[in-house]
């Protein structure tokens, strides 16, 4: 197991009190395949440097986990087909 921290930026179109249910998405995925979520921080909306898929502005969650190195990919794929998911960054902690 490696620890990660996952920085995902959720459209501003999904609703506030829908926010925790995907969250919850994230956090249920990660568990599922053997991995445990350490920390949620949600940052609320933020001004998005540059525009994405017309959204000037978005909601920005951070996620500290622990995951076995084989399941990051199914991870990121897993974030990369959800369209409330505007963008994410996955990065591993330590050495």
């Known amino acids: 197991m490696r620890d990660y921290e996952l920085i995902v930026i ?3 179109e999904v609703p ?14 990660i ?3 053997g991995g445990s979520v350490t920390e ?6 933020r ?8 959204f000037r502005e978005g909601n920005y969650v ?3 986990l ?12 897993n974030l990369r087909i959800s369209e409330k998911v505007l963008r994410h960054l996955l990065v ?3 050495e």
Do not use: M, Q
């Open 10 to 12: 959720i459209s501003p």
């Open 47 to 54: 001004k998005l440097a540059y525009p994405i898929n017309h």
């Open 31 to 33: 568990t599922n395949k």
């Open 40 to 45: 949620v921080e949600r940052w609320g909306k």
């Open 92 to 94: 591993r902690l330590g």
């Open 62 to 64: 951070l996620t500290r």
């Open 66 to 77: 622990k995951l076995k190195p084989g399941t990051t990919a199914e991870l990121e794929a």
């Open 16 to 29: 506030e009190e829908e926010l925790p249910a995907h969250l919850d998405k994230i956090s249920e995925f």
